[in-house]
C-alpha cells in the first residue's frame, strides 16, 4: 500500500541555518502531497501541498518539489528562526485534493525541528 | 477555514476506565476525522464521524473500543474505552471544509493511562 517515509529527527540547527527534512513516498498512482506543521502546544497545519510532478509548494520561506523520478518531497529552507522549532509531518493524498467524502491522509513519523538563536 | 476546540488537552486515566474527548467545530462540516498518534508513530485514522449515521472504523478499530457520536454538524467525541497502558497516544480530530481546502486538525488530547 501506499507509504510516506520522512528522516528522523530530531533536528537541531542553529538560527540562519539551511534546513532540509525528507520525505519520500510510495504510491501506486499519483498522490498529492503535503508538509503539515505542528508547533508547540498547537494543532496541525497544512504548511504547503503539490499536486503533480514537478510542482513547487511553498509558504513561510519554506518550498518542497515533488519529484516522481525519485518520488520525493523534500522540505527545505534556506534560513531558519527560533519560530520553526516544530513538528514536520509529510503526508499524501492518493485521492487528490478534492476527493467528495473519502479523503484520507497517509502520515509520515514526523520530524521534530529545534532552532536555536 | 475552521476552528476546532477539542477537549480535554490532557488525562490521565487509570486502566480500565474510559474517557470521552469532545470536538467542536465554529462551522457546520460534513466530514469530522479522528485520528490516533502513538508514541514514535505517524498519525493513524481511526474513524470518520459521520453526520446521522454511525462512524466508519477503519481496519484495527472498532466500534467497541472506540465508539463515536456526531449528533450535528459542528460536534463530535470519541471515547476510548476500557483504557489500557497501550492506549496512551494523542488523539487529534479533524475535519474537512470541503472542496479544495485542508484538512484542519484540533490541538489533540493528550491521554496517559496508568
Known amino acids: 500500500g501506499d ?94 485534493l478534492w476527493a467528495g467524502n473519502n479523503r484520507k491522509l497517509i502520515w509520515g513519523l514526523g520530524t521534530s525541528l529545534a532552532v536555536n538563536p | 477555514s475552521a476552528v476546532i476546540s477539542q477537549k480535554p488537552s490532557r488525562d490521565i486515566c487509570q486502566r480500565g476506565t474510559s474517557l470521552t474527548i469532545q470536538c467542536q467545530v465554529d462551522s457546520q462540516v460534513t466530514m469530522m476525522f479522528w485520528y490516533r498518534q502513538q508514541p514514535g508513530q505517524s498519525l493513524t485514522l481511526i474513524a470518520t464521524a459521520n453526520q446521522g449515521s454511525e462512524a466508519t472504523y477503519e481496519s484495527g478499530f472498532v466500534i467497541d473500543k472506540f465508539p463515536i457520536s456526531r449528533p450535528n454538524l459542528t460536534f463530535s467525541t470519541l471515547t476510548v474505552s476500557n483504557l489500557s497502558p497501550e492506549d496512551s497516544s494523542i488523539y487529534l480530530c ?20 496508568t
Open chain 1, 3 to 96: 507509504s510516506v517515509t520522512q528522516m528522523e529527527g530530531p533536528v537541531t540547527l542553529s538560527e540562519e541555518a539551511f534546513l532540509t527534512i525528507n520525505c519520500t513516498y510510495t504510491a501506486t498512482g499519483y498522490p498529492s502531497l503535503f508538509w503539515y506543521v505542528q508547533y508547540p502546544g498547537e494543532g496541525l497545519q497544512l504548511l504547503l501541498k503539490a499536486t503533480k510532478a514537478d510542482d513547487k509548494g511553498s509558504n513561510k520561506g519554506f518550498e518542497a518539489t515533488y519529484r516522481k523520478e525519485t518520488t520525493s518531497f523534500h522540505l527545505e529552507k534556506g534560513s531558519v528562526q527560533v519560530s520553526d522549532s516544530a513538528v514536520y509531518f509529510c503526508a499524501l493524498s492518493d485521492q487528490g
Open chain 2, 94 to 113: 479533524s475535519v474537512d471544509t470541503g472542496g479544495y481546502s485542508p484538512l484542519h486538525f484540533g490541538n489533540g488530547t493528550r491521554l496517559t493511562v
